[in-house]
């Protein structure tokens, strides 16, 4: 069933964020957006049961500059573009206080504004925007989509300002996964201090997990994999990566 | 086999003999008859007689019963054969179809070769330090199998069939194999193989330039355990001396070359437990640095003037972690990693002030050979990019083959000799990441840095040996036909269309036993993208897949993260004085005690 909120109602649920806005001292470069991800059943009968069905997870996403991390339980990734645009990307496992550096690569915009924003420009703009409005000091739009062919629908509620997801929820098949935006923090140091917490980590190059052997997490990240999906993106709160299908 | 029957020639003399008595003589006898004559005949056999194969005679023998003074075939009565021998030696008409066959020609030629190449090392009467100058190449992970499947792409990609090619090393003249196993591992890394070939001694895996008694992490546990390499006693003996990675030049390999350490990642200073830095260990490049001053500590009453040329991968191993000291070649916010602050580069700089720091291909470029007296040249912040992926430098960085030549014209201004060790690390890291095409593409570059080695030394005064640490769980498998690329699917003999697996799909000549398995990455050159990936161990359809591109990487069967090393035995390939020396299946550790002999770097009481 296709589910529509009323831009009204979404922006009554967002308004702490708007308060925090108001101050219009925001910088899209230099923020922290946390985020609850919910899974659930949206059917009658499933919802009477929805402790059951519900999945919770929290997670956040960090730009510093140049730099973003995006924090998925006790795994997470920084990204920095370089000067000359490559970006280079280190993993972190934060209950092992370690990190795994890859090499810096080339990559296309639409790859870096879907990390650094969740979601790129193109995607964002390929759905059917269905209002717009100013709250505070900032444009807040509402884009919605649907695909009957695969009973999926979608809306995005978007900072145009900051470049922010504030909602999104796509319901497909009686699923639904949900982000919300919960808190958005602008103190410079807190921010600050999520990057330099992990750079003090211990970092192994990528390319030489295969000569350490004896060493007790690298043996569990070679037993186990690496950080699969939930470092970039949008996914939901099992880490299952989010299609966000729409018809043109 | 002669085959003789002796024949018993009887002659039969009849003699009676009467009883006489005393009393006159009686009348002369009629004369009696005759005796019968034995006679022997001679018969020449032609080839295939029954008796003797190859020809001969039968001799025979008997009584010439009717007196005509002829032994006929009825008055034989034994008959022995005198054999022609056997064939020993065909003449060239016999061997017409081996002889001209090329195949047979080419053997016949090797052995000319070898003839001469032992009649050489006979001649010298004492070897002991007659090759002035040695270097090492190691290729990181080059088992035999990657030996041969380099071997054919190289041949390929020159226009042949690729399987009768040979590497630049495989032309040397004696060759033999090392057991590569660590003192406490029957599969071995890098740092206990290198400590061997460096050091002459086999000890554990992971740590650098001591001997078994260290434990492995355990910083207390190095002092009395130190081991001197090669490189130091060229030193000592006044030689200059140089290391070359595509590595980092901390990594294992090459700092089993100078560095004393409990634990190979101890690379730089944020890499070591602060209790292993309160107890007085130093990490890998500080000692890299430090390298005169330390062994100048270590060895009484010797006077070095330090590691000539060091060219390789690893700034970020000499720089603070501060954005303050990046480079132009930076590939990441803070290109350093030291936690203590401090600048090696500019420490080295200041202490040799006569020598040349570099970091990109234009700097390298500048470098003039003839009055360059010492070099550091760190040319990325890690590894050096593959071969096949140097052009995505962002500074430019030179090649194995350059970084050779270049190092040999720096380091044979000494008229001392030197001694050079040279390392293509990233044969190893494109196994790890599964990807043959990086693997062999290394080691062709590889060969062509050996190539260089040659080129630019006498063979009379230069000992050059071509080995590996280890080798990798990579195979050459299937039934395909001759010349079939080595990177492609397997099309068997006198078949067009690939030959189809019992799954029913086909399967590349190359694969490795575990791994992160099939990737499909293109065009591209860098054999750890597929970090990046999830692990897909297993069977794949290849029908429509290019497995030749770069970015193919191979199947797996056992699921890791990263592909591992193997165990079997290495090849060692040798030239010059002391190369015979090379033979056999030996200890790897053989490796030192061959070069010090060569070039007599320590005395023998």
Known sequence: MKSIISLTLMFTVVSFVTKAEQACQMNEDLLGAHYKLVNSQVNAVKRKHANEQETFKLSSLWRMNQKVLSVNGDQSTTWFKLSNDLVQKTAHFDHFQRSIEYQAKSMSNDRWQQIRQLIPNSKRQSLRLSGSKFKGCYQQELYQWENEASNLHGKLLWNANLKLIIELTITQRGRQNHWQLEEIVQDAKVIALAFAKREKYQTTDFADIGDNESDPFLIKMINLGFIKHGSSGIYNAKGENMAIEHNH | ?605
């Open chain 2, 1 to 605: 086999m002669k085959n003789f029957k002796n024949s018993v020639v009887a002659i039969a003399v009849v003699c009676s003999l009467a009883a006489c008595e005393d009393g006159e003589n009686g009348a002369v006898g009629a004369n009696g008859a005759n005796g019968k004559i034995s006679l022997i005949s001679q018969t020449t056999l032609p080839l295939g007689n029954e008796f003797c194969k190859n020809g001969g005679i039968a001799v025979g023998s008997g009584i010439d019963s009717n007196d005509d003074g002829n032994l006929s075939n009825d008055e034989v009565t034994i008959t022995n054969y005198v054999c022609a021998d056997t064939v020993k030696t065909l003449s060239s008409d016999s061997l017409a179809t081996s002889v001209t066959n090329d195949w047979f020609k080419q053997g016949e030629n090797s052995i000319k070769t070898a003839e001469v190449n032992w009649q050489r090392a006979d001649a010298i009467k004492d070897l002991r330090g007659k090759a002035k100058n040695v270097i090492l190449f190691v290729g990181d992970g080059m088992g035999v199998s990657t030996i041969t499947a380099a071997r054919i792409l190289e041949g390929q990609r020159k226009g042949m069939l690729g399987e009768e090619n040979s590497l630049s090393f495989e032309k040397f003249p004696f060759s033999g194999f090392a057991k590569t196993y660590n003192v406490d591992a029957q599969t071995p890394d890098s740092a206990g193989t290198m400590t061997a070939m460096m050091s002459g001694i086999k000890t554990d895996a992971g740590v650098l330039g001591v001997d078994e008694d260290i434990q492995r992490g355990d910083c207390t546990s190095v002092t009395g355990n130190e081991m001197t390499t090669a490189l130091e006693l060229a030193e000592i003996a006044g030689k200059s001396t140089g290391i070359i990675s595509t590595a980092r030049i901390t990594h294992a390999t090459p700092a089993a070359a100078y560095a004393k350490s409990a634990e190979r990642n101890w690379e730089d200073i944020s890499d070591m437990p602060s209790e292993a830095v309160a107890q007085g260990c130093e990490d890998i490049a500080s000692q890299l640095v430090n390298f005169e001053a330390n062994l100048e500590a270590r060895m009484t009453g010797v006077d070095v003037d330090g590691i000539d040329v060091v060219m390789g991968g690893g700034r970020r191993h000499f720089l603070p972690k501060d954005a303050a000291f990046n480079s132009i070649d930076a590939e990441s916010e803070k290109e350093g990693d030291r936690s203590d602050g401090r600048d090696l580069t500019a420490e080295w700089q200041a202490k040799y002030t006569d020598g040349n720091f570099v970091i990109d291909q234009a700097g390298f470029d500048a470098i003039t050979p003839a009055t360059t007296t010492r070099l550091l040249g760190l040319f990325n912040e890690s590894h050096m990019r593959y071969e096949a992926d140097r052009e995505n430098d962002v500074a430019g960085e030179p090649s194995l083959s350059e970084m050779t030549s270049k190092a040999i014209d720096i380091l044979d201004n000494n008229e001392k000799g030197f001694f050079l060790t040279v390392e293509s690390g990233r044969i190893d890291h494109a196994h790890h990441a599964g990807n043959a095409y990086n693997a062999l593409n290394d080691t062709i570059e590889f060969a062509k840095a050996v190539q260089m080695a040659i080129d630019s030394t006498n063979p009379e005064d230069t000992l050059i040996i071509v080995t590996a640490d280890h080798s990798h769980v990579f195979t050459i498998a299937g039934y395909p036909k001759r010349g079939n690329p080595i990177l492609g699917k397997v099309v068997g003999v006198g078949k067009t269309e690939a030959s189809l697996a019992k799954d029913g799909m086909p399967y590349t000549t190359l694969g490795y036993t575990n791994g992160r398995g099939y990737q499909n990455l293109g065009a591209e050159t860098d054999a750890d993208a597929t970090y990046e990936l999830d692990i897909a161990a297993g069977r794949v359809d290849l029908s429509n897949v290019d497995t030749t591109a770069a970015g193919f990487h191979q199947e797996a069967l056992v699921p890791r993260s990263s592909e591992t090393h193997a165990g079997e035995d290495v090849a060692v390939f040798a030239s010059g004085p002391g190369a015979y020396l090379v033979t056999g299946t030996n200890e790897q550790s053989l490796i030192f005690h061959v070069m010090n002999y060569a070039a007599g770097l320590t005395v023998n009481d």
